[in-house]
């Protein structure tokens, strides 16, 4: 070299070239690296990430189909939607470590103006019965301040979405509470439970009554919108989209007028009870309802546990109960017609045969007596059903007692059956016959097997027996139908949207009963004497009513409770087309709190007011 | 070399133009340094203005163009550096130093806070980061300061007072802005292994090195004493177990992951919506490899990265070439710096290295760098002019 470095260098030539290739291969390695790194990334395992990255970009909006509405059988809206915004969360917002949770629910708490401990306990509540993924609704019918506000501050609260959902509204109030049921959001349980494909958390489910029982029909199917969003979550467009199908809507076969009156009468009296007004020839249900009843818009909204419990409190009668269907009682003296048929088909007895009604009767050692010990004197079985002649049944049952005809004849009415309605929580009620008892007893659930009293008390309608309002008035359509038992129904129609029918439920009958037509006669005519003869047990109520009625007094004892009353009714007397049903615990006399019941129903049924009567001899029971 | 041969060889017809060329002393710049340096740039300001479209409302070119005039602005500087003879700067190497420490410290008293961090100074038109220009500074002074010490003392006191000078500005440095400390301390192993320091020496801060990380990101935090505050931890961290959870720096970057892999072979173009969505954060600044590879695939990304191995592979030849020890430290120096900027940002961007916020040099949209690297650009360019001009001095005498 000639020209030597302006400062000697402290290494040689060969020392520096040692040093430039050791930087040369670092960075050949470190280069290296990278382009294996970027290699394997992008040609290797690019694909998956792509799919990743397309993934990211598209969010699947779940959008909830409207839940189609439910009308009686003359089209007044009983069911429908409103909209409602609610302020959710979403939990796949919402990270597991303890200190950013917190941060997250006080910015919540903050937002809505609550409680930090308010916000974490409905977020765990929520989340409890949520299936996994769904969104937490922490309220419902947010104000409208609070939308805007959220709207122009999201990219602060990004777990926080306000959405809008469907909420059942009730135009008409406590108007077939019991029926209508509730809608509730689908819990972790329900998925489990039932095996519904389309359902997803975050939907709405029917929980109870028509709701539930019809759920498929009214529920639709959900849409989804699939919506280009970017890293903030914010949508920048829509992709394609699914447009949910609302469901479809529902006609009853409720007759307003009718269930109006119905529910007027009962609530009238004050006491728990229920009514069912069927169609005898197709059972079309007309009217049923149940007190005390309760404000179906509070399932709506978040419930306390103190309002949950207030409707199952039994002090306060269970609003929640469904007694039309689920109240299996006593029935009393409404009993007797069925047992008359089973007596009569037995040959136990003739519709002329007389007894002689002393107002007691010794049978095995015990006495049965009348109500009060009254007495009828002759009674053939017209006159029996007349004044409610219990001995006359006395009679009857023990004479039947090791035959097993009022069982059978029970049984095909219905007793210890279900009808087949198409509402959920119905009630089998309990036919008393000698194999139960005697089983019952040889588990030791009895202090006894079966005795000939227990046929004795069957055919009065006391004892072990329990039905439903619902069961006698299925039991009492055959009798007035010549022999037809009907499936009772709640649904007229399904409809579209627009009120199209797309479909008409047909009548079904669950079996025929061969019931003859000149015996089912005397019985119409027995019962058309006890509404309405002067001596009749319910002339008091139905002596006044311009249609012939044929109706049956019912006076269940029921202890450690008062009387349960009853009224059974055919009306128009003697080819009827309508049966009303009237029950009320701790109503005492059939004829003071039942009949007036019933009376208001078929009044309103025939556009008919009673006039008043004075009041016959009416015999007590 | 091909096109500054032909450029010689044509200026002896055309004295026109050679008069320019001469002025400018393109004629003895190493074209292919200029070549990447350029070609970066280009790239650069393509990917801005395709990808950051829009990012500012009201301004849809805004990082293209204020990008384009930095450039502008850096490929002057560049020439106008080349022109000095990088040989002055060892003279002026304490008053570089201390203009050096005095600039970053001037920091802490007119700087203003962004991001957690202060580092730049706000002037008229612009913020300027001294840290940046630093890195060039640290380069320039240290190297000189090696010279010095070339002959004096033990092996081991040299190598001690070598660290010492580089460590000074880092840890200055370290107090606003961790990855420019980490370039910082870069350079300053790169100019110690260019300088001959002991390989024994060199493990042993390796060493050092090592346990210091681990006591800060490991121990430490489990003794209950952190350093770093949480984020930084998170960031530094988040890239060994990539998050789900938005927000996190894991996610971040694993956004920045999935955006580079979907790119594929050649790239989704104007589809690529891992960017344009916002997916990838600071989709202009730390995370523009990312975007590159994204929009243009392993064909643009690697094109990307050739011109930096290209840049990097004639900086070293000026190691060899340089016509005096100081010019061989400089490159060594500049080398080492945009080396190790370019595997932590792109490692960073793929995934494999932490979250360090160092830009990608001539890449990454900031001015400063842009600026600062076109400068170091320049320096090589001197140190190949001078090299030159060295070898041609007999003939021309």
Redesign the interface.
């Known amino acids: 070299m000639k020209y030597q470095p302006v400062v000697p260098k402290t290494k040689s030539r060969s020392g520096t070239a040692l040093r430039v290739a050791i930087i040369g291969g670092i960075g050949l390695v470190l280069f290296g690296v990278l382009f294996f790194r970027l290699w394997s990334l992008q040609v290797v395992t690019g694909e998956r990430y792509l799919a990743e990255a397309n993934d990211n970009r598209t969010r699947e909006v779940r959008v909830l189909a409207p839940r189609g509405r439910i009308l009686d059988r003359k089209g007044n809206v009983l069911v429908d939607n409103r909209m409602s915004m609610a302020l959710q969360l979403d939990p796949i917002e919402i990270p597991t470590r303890v200190n950013a949770r917190r941060r997250i629910f006080g910015s919540v708490a903050d937002f809505m103006d609550r409680k930090v401990v308010w916000v974490r306990r409905r977020f765990r509540d929520e989340i409890k019965h949520n299936p996994p993924g769904s969104p937490v609704t922490l309220a419902r019918d947010v104000a409208d301040d609070l939308v805007y506000y959220l709207q122009e501050h999201q990219a602060d609260f990004p777990e926080i979405q306000v959405n809008r959902v469907f909420v059942r509204r009730y135009p008409e109030g406590f108007t077939a509470a019991h029926l209508l049921g509730s809608v509730g959001a689908v819990t972790a349980d329900d998925l489990s439970e039932t095996d519904l494909p389309d359902l997803q958390g975050g939907d709405n489910l029917g929980k109870a009554g028509i709701e539930q029982t019809y759920d498929s029909t009214l529920r639709g199917t959900a849409g989804t919108t699939r919506v280009q969003v970017d890293s903030t979550g914010s949508a920048k467009g829509q992709l394609a989209s699914e447009t949910p199908v609302p469901g479809k809507s529902l006609r009853l076969t409720l007759n307003p007028k009718v269930q109006a009156a119905g529910e007027a009468a009962l609530s009238s009296i004050g006491l728990p009870g229920g009514f069912v007004a069927m169609d005898v020839n197709n059972g079309e249900v007309l009217g049923l309802g149940s007190a005390p009843s309760f404000d179906p818009d509070q399932f709506t909204r978040p419930l306390s546990q103190t309002q949950v419990d207030a409707l199952y409190n039994e002090d306060l009668d269970a609003p929640l109960f469904n007694r039309a269907i689920s109240g299996a009682y006593p029935v009393g003296s409404i009993f007797k017609p069925l047992t008359a048929v089973a007596a009569l088909d037995a040959g136990a007895i003739t519709p002329n045969e007389v007894v002689q009604d002393a107002g007691k009767i010794e049978i095995a050692d015990q006495v049965f007596t009348n109500a009060g010990e009254q007495s009828h004197g002759p009674v053939n079985l017209q006159r029996a059903l007349e004044v409610s002649s219990d001995v006359y049944f006395y009679l009857l049952g023990a004479e039947l007692n090791g035959t097993d005809k009022l069982q059978q004849w029970s049984s095909r009415f219905g007793i210890g059956r279900y009808t087949g309605i198409d509402l959920p929580g119905e009630s089998k009620g309990l036919l008393p016959t000698p194999a139960w008892r005697n089983e019952l007893f040889a588990e030791g659930g009895t202090d006894r097997g079966w005795v000939i009293g227990d046929n004795i008390q069957l055919a009065i309608g006391q004892g072990d027996l329990q039905a439903d309002p619902l069961q006698m008035a299925v039991a009492y359509a055959a009798l007035g139908n010549g022999g037809d038992v009907v499936k009772p129904r709640m649904v007229l129609q399904v409809e579209d949207a627009a009120g199209r029918v797309l479909e008409e439920t047909a009548p079904e009958v669950m079996r025929q009963i061969p019931i003859d037509p000149a015996r089912r006669q005397v019985i119409m005519d027995g019962l058309n004497d006890a509404a309405q003869a002067p001596e009749g047990t319910s002339y008091g109520v139905f002596g006044g009513f311009p249609i012939p009625v044929a109706g049956k007094t019912g006076t269940a004892e029921r202890p450690p409770n008062g009387d349960q009353a009853w009224y059974a009714v055919l009306a128009p007397y003697p080819d009827p087309e309508v049966v009303v049903v009237t029950t009320v615990e701790r109503g005492g006399f059939g004829a003071e709190t039942a009949a007036p019941i019933a009376l208001q129903i078929l009044s309103a049924y025939f556009g008919k007011q009673a006039k008043a009567v004075s009041d016959g001899s009416g015999s007590i029971e | 070399m091909e096109s500054s041969r032909l450029a010689r060889g044509t200026g002896r017809t055309y004295s026109g133009r050679v008069a320019l060329i001469d002025r400018l002393g393109i004629r003895h710049m190493d074209g292919w340094i200029a070549f990447s340096a350029l070609g970066l740039l280009v790239c650069s300001l393509v990917t801005l203005h395709q990808a950051s479209r829009g990012a500012i409302p009201g301004s849809p070119d805004y990082y293209f163009q204020r990008q384009a005039l930095y450039g502008l602005v850096g490929i002057v500087a560049m020439f106008a550096i080349s022109k000095v003879d990088y ?1 002055r700067f060892r003279e002026l190497r304490v008053g570089i130093y201390t203009f050096l420490c005095a600039s970053i410290f001037a920091v802490f008293a007119f700087g203003f806070a962004a991001r957690g961090s202060t580092n730049s100074l706000e002037l008229p038109f612009f913020t300027f980061q001294p840290a940046e220009l630093g890195k060039l500074l640290l380069v320039l002074s240290l190297a000189g300061f090696v ?1 010095d010490a ?2 004096r003392g033990s092996e081991k006191g040299r190598t001690v007072r070598y660290l010492a000078l580089g460590l000074a500005p880092t840890g200055l440095v370290l107090l606003q802005d961790l990855g420019t400390s980490l370039v910082f301390a870069a350079i300053t192993i ?1 100019i110690m ?4 320091v002991r390989w024994t020496h060199l493990a042993a801060i390796g060493a050092a090195l090592a346990v210091f990380i681990a006591t800060v990101l490991v121990l430490m935090p489990m003794a209950g004493a952190p350093v770093l505050k949480e984020y930084q931890q998170e960031r530094l961290t988040s890239f060994l177990a990539p998050s789900s ?2 927000g996190d720096a894991g996610y971040q970057q694993n ?1 920045a ?9 050649t790239g ?1 173009g104007d589809q690529a ?2 960017s344009r ?3 990838v954060p600071e989709r202009h600044t730390d995370f523009i490899f990312a975007v590159v ?2 929009r243009y ?2 064909v643009g ?2 094109l990307v ?1 050739s011109l ?2 290209l840049l ?2 004639r900086a ?1 030849r000026l ?2 070439l340089s ?4 010019g ?1 430290l400089v490159a ?1 120096g500049i ?2 710096a945009i ?1 190790f900027q ?2 932590v940002n ?2 960073m961007n ?3 290295m932490p979250i360090t916020g160092i830009p990608l040099p001539l890449m990454s949209y900031g001015g400063s760098a842009l600026i600062a690297t076109f400068l170091m650009i320049g320096v090589l360019q001197s140190i190949h002019i001078e090299s030159r001009a ?1 070898q041609r ?2 003939r021309v005498h």
């Open positions: 040989s010279i070339a002959r790169a292994v260019a300088a001959g959870d938005i956004q992951k999935v955006a580079a892999g979907s790119g594929g072979a989704r919506t891992q969505l916002g997916f590879a994204e695939g392993f990304a690697a990265l930096f191995a990097f592979w070293l190691m060899t016509k005096n020890f100081y061989t060594a080398a080492g080396m370019v595997f792109v490692g793929l995934g494999i060295g001095g007999p």
